[in-house]
């Protein structure tokens, strides 16, 4: 069975503070990564996904995440945060099974940027 | 762009009460799911369907049903309401149930049973 670890659930920063968020996962086989973001009152949103190749994956708003397989871990990084990023970010990853499109949530970090 | 509209978007139900929470996509995806989220839990996987015609349970499915009227709706049935169904349902759809297809997901219910 996969799951998927957040270990941050709330974080608080700074505009304009970099931001680092922790995910690891655990599955013996080959993954598919994500992270979504789901922002007040609205529904959860793809920011980035890796299925394979290049480790260090961009995604939208200037968000990015490293997948180190050896760490089992997919962090979600962004260099410098705004108020706007204000938002809950989910983890997910989906082993490649052949059983579907079946994806396991972390239990998601709470971000506050501050003025 | 509509993309996954659910209705309603909030409801408040009686223990013992029945319900059905609508789910549509007009992105022409064959794979739809349900799942609900709890305070702490992050997302949990009620049913899916893999295409129309066909469903199957996911991590959490005791006390649901599930319904693919056609290829773009998925519905999702409480028939006998419980507290511990208060919850946020979020519909999603995919173009397949490939592991490597992101899902797309609509605006949520959100459900209170008193």
């Known amino acids: 069975a996969q799951s998927v670890s957040q270990h941050n659930h709330h974080v608080i920063l700074s505009e304009a503070a970099s931001l680092e968020l922790g995910c690891n996962y655990s599955y013996g086989g080959t993954v598919n990564l994500f992270w979504y973001v789901q922002y007040p009152g609205q529904h959860l949103q793809l920011l980035l996904k890796?299925?394979?190749?290049?480790?260090l994956v961009k995604g939208i708003k200037g968000f990015e995440a490293e997948f180190i397989k050896s760490k089992f871990s997919f962090n979600l990084r962004k260099p410098s945060v705004q108020w706007s990023d204000t938002a809950e970010y989910f983890c997910?990853?989906?082993?490649?099974?052949?059983?579907?499109?079946?994806?396991?949530f972390g239990t998601g970090t709470q971000l506050k940027v501050e003025l | 762009n509509a993309g996954v509209t659910q209705t309603p978007k909030f409801q408040v139900l009686k223990t013992g009460q029945s319900m059905t929470l609508q789910c549509a996509q007009d992105?022409?995806?064959?794979?739809m799911y349900w799942y609900r989220q709890d305070p702490g839990m992050g997302l949990r996987l009620i049913y899916y369907s893999a295409s129309e015609g066909t469903t199957d349970k996911g991590e959490v499915p005791n006390g649901y049903n599930v319904s693919r009227l056609n290829k773009r709706e998925f519905s999702l049935r409480l028939e006998s309401a419980a507290p511990s169904q208060t919850s946020v349902y979020f519909c999603?759809?995919?173009?397949?149930?490939?592991?490597?297809?992101?899902?797309?997901f609509g605006d949520g219910t959100r459900l209170s049973i008193l």
């Open positions: 999603a759809s995919s173009v397949t149930l490939s592991e490597n297809q992101p899902q797309h």
């Open positions: 997910a990853v989906n082993g490649i099974t052949g059983g579907g499109n079946k994806l396991t």
């Open positions: 992105m022409n995806h064959n794979s």
């Open positions: 890796y299925f394979s190749g290049d480790p």
